[in-house]
T-cell receptor, first 111, second 115 residues
Framework: GENVEQHPSTLSVQEGDSAVIKCTYS??????FPWYKQELGKGPQLIID?????GEKKDQRIAVTLNKTAKHFSLHITETQPEDSAVYFC??????????FGAGTRLTVKP | EAGVAQSPRYKIIEKRQSVAFWCNPI?????LYWYQQILGQGPKLLIQ????????DSQLPKDRFSAERLKGVDSTLKIQPAKLEDSAVYLC?????????????FGPGTRLLVL
């Protein structure tokens, strides 16, 4: 069935280092891939998204790359700060109008 | 711009009881989604509305879950009767368009504990 897999489940980095989270998806027809940040007690918040007509998108310290052939996409956070600590979810929009989320990555940035 | 509002924020009930959650989407947003987020997992879509019509409810356990959006604005999600495995955070999201490619804005969620 339609599925999104996300790795790693937990990630710990030192402040200033980079963090990379990777996701794979099952449906080659998917063409929209958002990333969400969820802080404790809050709902997910969109931080960046990418559509299948581009391979990379960047917004300040955050970038997302997409490889449609391999059906995987990644989130890159550079110069991490303690306030980047949260749970990050990738997602993919499937052809039947369904958005599927990965299981999440808990990122901890140590000061 | 006000965000998506949800209430209550927390609810504790016993199994076999019923419970209802309320969502008020961002003003003007035609599409409304209800998600279930079990601890340690990503959100799972339960139902999607466009205005007051259902677009997708294929993952809604219809024997116990129901949802409505009668006037195309506010929505309620009901569980009757609740089971232990229904313990989760119920998230409401809204978007300006029909397609999931439109940005979805999430509310803070209602945390349900079924004892």
């Amino acid at each position: 069935g339609e599925n999104v897999e996300q790795h790693p489940s937990t990630l710990s980095v030192q402040e200033g280092d980079s963090a990379v989270i990777k996701c794979t998806y099952s449906d080659s027809a998917s063409n929209y891939f958002p990333w969400y940040k969820q802080e404790l007690g809050k709902g997910p918040q969109l931080i960046i998204d990418i559509r299948s007509n581009v391979g990379e998108k960047k917004d300040q310290r955050i970038a997302v790359t997409l490889n449609k052939t391999a059906k995987h996409f990644s989130l890159h956070i550079t110069e991490t700060q303690p306030e980047d600590s949260a749970v990050y979810f990738c997602a993919a929009a499937f052809e039947n109008n369904d958005m599927r989320f990965g299981a999440g990555t808990r990122l901890t940035v140590k000061p | 711009e006000a965000g998506v509002a949800q209430s209550p924020r927390y609810k504790i009930i016993e199994k076999r009881q019923s419970v209802a959650f309320w969502c008020n989407p961002i003003s003007g947003h035609a599409t409304l989604y209800w998600y279930q987020q079990i601890l340690g997992q990503g959100p799972k879509l339960l139902i999607q509305f466009q205005n007051n019509g259902v677009v997708d409810d294929s993952q809604l356990p219809k024997d116990r879950f129901s949802a409505e959006r009668l006037k195309g604005v506010d929505s309620t999600l009901k569980i009757q009767p609740a089971k232990l495995e229904d313990s989760a955070v119920y998230l409401c999201a809204s978007g300006g368009g029909v397609s999931p490619e439109e940005t979805q804005y999430f509310g803070p969620g209602t945390r349900l504990l079924v004892l």
